[in-house]
């Protein structure tokens, strides 16, 4: 039986001797549910924030206001402000954040529903990237964390 790939990122980044930290919008604390549904992901995860309003983005994670006033909530540039944010907020080596648009209320032309930025942050370096899911609100917070810990397993095996 093939190892799950919460599993697998555990065991990177033990090896490596790294932890996580994740700030969750649109996701509810999903990726950190799935995270330690490993046994001693104690080692290595060290803790999550639901970042969902703008308010606790802001004082949690330290994303500035007028960022959120400029970009908007789900945008590309708060997603690498929460992941360096909780990065810095728990001490960690990497940080994952996750911000947007789950549904089925709430998209317009511009920020379509299914709408996510999804950044992870290392000493030095963040990555983000945008998806636009075509799911139901449950599915497109399933595909964001599911892509989330992929660009973690990514990332550990370069």
């Known amino acids: 039986m093939q190892e799950s790939l919460e599993v697998r990122i555990g065991t ?82 990497l940080g994952v954040g996750i911000t947007g648009i789950a549904g089925p209320a709430g998209g317009t032309p511009e920020k379509p529903v299914g709408l996510v930025y999804i950044a992870l942050a290392a000493e030095g370096q963040v990555r983000c990237e945008r998806h636009i899911w075509p799911y139901d609100r449950l599915g497109n917070k399933e595909a964001s964390a599911q892509r989330a810990l992929e660009m973690l397993e990514e990332y550990l095996e370069s």
Request: proline share 1%; aromatic share 4%.
């Open 12 to 93: 990177r980044l033990r090896r490596r001797r790294q932890t996580l930290a994740v700030a969750e919008s649109c996701t509810g604390g999903l990726l950190a549910h799935r995270l330690t549904n490993v046994p001693g992901s104690s080692d290595y995860f060290l803790g999550g924030v639901v970042a969902y309003s703008n308010a606790a983005k802001r004082s949690l994670l330290g994303v500035e206001a007028g960022l959120l006033e400029r970009e908007g909530a789900v945008s590309e540039a708060v997603a690498r402000e929460m992941a360096s944010g909780v990065r810095r907020l728990f001490g960690a080596d």
